[in-house]
């Protein structure tokens, strides 16, 4: 079936990057595009940014838009989320999620989400 | 941006309840909204797009409907593994934007 497996939390200081990898089964990865989801801790969804695998079109929330690098590798099937310079407030559960649609593009299927925890 | 807004935030409703959920946009995003059910610790679950069309595999007691800025999920008959938060979306444009999200708790 359909499914995206997360790499593991992490903990990182103030200032530093964290990098999530979201790994893709079920499905022929280059014909579908990742958007990354946060969640903070009490907090609801937020959208961060998009990336359309079979264009290579890209796009970002503008919170994100100079602090986010997202890369995929079509050999793995591996999408990857890079974050730098983190704050506190950066510290969230990350979801990865599949893009599907024609005209307009939404998200089908999720991963369960990588906790970052940025705490000095 | 577009602002989404939910309503209520918390609901209290019994295993067999009628449940709605009321989604606004500030501007018209004619019907390109999408729903959610969030539990802790586990992948969102797609649930509806396109305003109304059901997603594959979700049982049938889900159903939505709206078009332009004004959107409802109704849950007919609430079952136990319903009790989550459901959160709206549009993909109208970009930013995607997202309710800030409705509680579903057992009365």
């Known amino acids: 079936q359909v499914q995206l497996v997360q790499s593991g939390g992490e903990v990182k200081k103030p200032g530093a990057s964290v990098k999530v990898s979201c790994k893709a089964s079920g499905y022929t990865f280059s014909n579908y595009g990742i958007s990354w989801v946060r969640q903070a801790p009490g907090q609801g969804l937020e959208w961060m940014a998009w990336?359309?695998?079979?264009?290579?079109?890209?796009k970002y929330a503008q919170n994100f838009q100079d602090r986010v690098i997202m890369t995929t590798d079509t050999s793995t099937s591996t999408a990857y989320m890079e974050l730098r310079s983190l704050r506190s407030d950066d510290t969230a559960v990350y979801h990865c999620?599949?893009?599907?649609?024609?005209?307009?593009?939404?998200?089908?299927?999720w991963g369960k989400g990588t906790t970052v925890t940025v705490s000095s | 941006d577009i602002q989404m807004t939910q309503s209520p935030s918390t609901l209290s409703a019994s295993v067999g309840d009628r449940v709605t959920i009321t989604c606004r946009a500030n501007q018209t995003i004619y019907n390109w909204l999408a729903w959610y059910q969030g539990k802790p610790g586990e992948a969102p679950n797609f649930l509806i797009y396109k305003a109304s069309t059901l997603e594959s595999g979700v049982p049938s007691r889900f159903s939505g409907s709206g078009s332009g800025t004004d959107f409802t999920l109704t849950i007919s008959s609430l079952q136990p593994e319903d009790f989550a938060t459901y959160y709206c979306q549009q993909y109208e444009s970009f930013p995607w934007t997202f309710g800030q999200g409705t509680k579903v708790e057992i009365k």
């Open positions: 990336i359309n695998n079979y264009n290579g079109d890209t």
């Open positions: 999620a599949r893009i599907r649609g024609g005209t307009h593009y939404y998200m089908d299927v």
